[in-house]
């Protein structure tokens, strides 16, 4: 059964370092997702893709973050100067249409030292 | 504001009985989607089951069912033959356009 992957599966950095997670969504796949989810609290939006572009994006997602489609399989989110708070658990997910489901990857815990 | 409640953080119950696992939200809209996300301690999230606002009929997926309140914005997990692989944390969520929005989870332990 197809399945979406991400890479790495721990990243540590350190503060002030660029890190860039990936993530290959479902291949008949065209919505794409990234979310996070600090320890203990609840998965947050950060921001969905669509047709090379991002259609929505929370308050989260500030001008530190952005994501990439850099080929006809990867699906990235750099963050560009890491703080302490953005340790986490990123997930990568990705839906057929626009209403439907989506799968989300194993995810990718991110430490910031 | 979208918001999604799960009132319950912690739930346990005894393998091979059932068990509901609560969840409101809050919404304008009428368009929208309601899904039960289970999250093991492998921590990658498994859909569960899913239900289209504009469907009545409540949806079921094996050993898996909600029941869904539209008026009063209510959508329950309910757990049947409960068994030790259910033991995760499970995420009510609501989805409109390309968001979801995720309630805090609940803890569900299944006890031998």
């Known amino acids: 059964e197809p399945e979406v992957t991400q890479t790495p599966s721990h990243q540590v950095t350190q503060m002030g370092q660029e890190v860039i997670l990936r993530c290959v969504p479902i291949?008949?796949?065209?919505?794409f997702y990234w979310y996070r989810q600090i320890l203990g609290q609840k998965v947050e939006f950060l921001v969905s893709?669509?047709?090379?572009?991002?259609?929505?994006k929370s308050e989260i997602f500030d001008d530190q973050f952005s994501v990439e489609r850099p080929d006809g399989s990867n699906f990235t989110l750099k963050i560009r100067s890491t703080k302490l708070e953005d340790s986490a658990m990123y997930f990568c997910a990705s839906s057929e249409k626009r209403f439907y489901e989506q799968y989300f990857g194993p995810g990718t815990r991110l430490t910031v030292t | 504001a979208q918001t999604v409640t799960q009132s319950q953080p912690e739930m346990s119950v005894q393998e091979a009985e059932t068990v509901t696992l609560s969840c409101t939200y809050d919404t304008s809209e009428s368009d929208y989607y309601l899904f039960w996300y289970k999250q093991p301690p492998s921590r990658q999230m498994i859909l569960v089951i899913r239900?289209?606002?504009?469907?009545?009929q409540n949806a079921t997926e094996n050993r898996f069912s909600v029941n869904f309140q539209k008026a009063a914005k209510s959508f329950s997990l309910k757990i049947s033959d409960s068994q030790l692989g259910d033991a995760a944390m499970y995420f009510c969520?609501?989805?409109?356009?390309?968001?979801?929005?995720f309630g805090t989870g609940t803890s569900l332990t299944v006890i031998p």
């Open positions: 893709f669509y047709n090379n572009e991002i259609s929505e």
């Open positions: 291949s008949n796949h065209l919505y």
């Open positions: 969520a609501y989805r409109t356009g390309n968001q979801f929005y």
């Open positions: 239900q289209e606002a504009y469907k009545q």
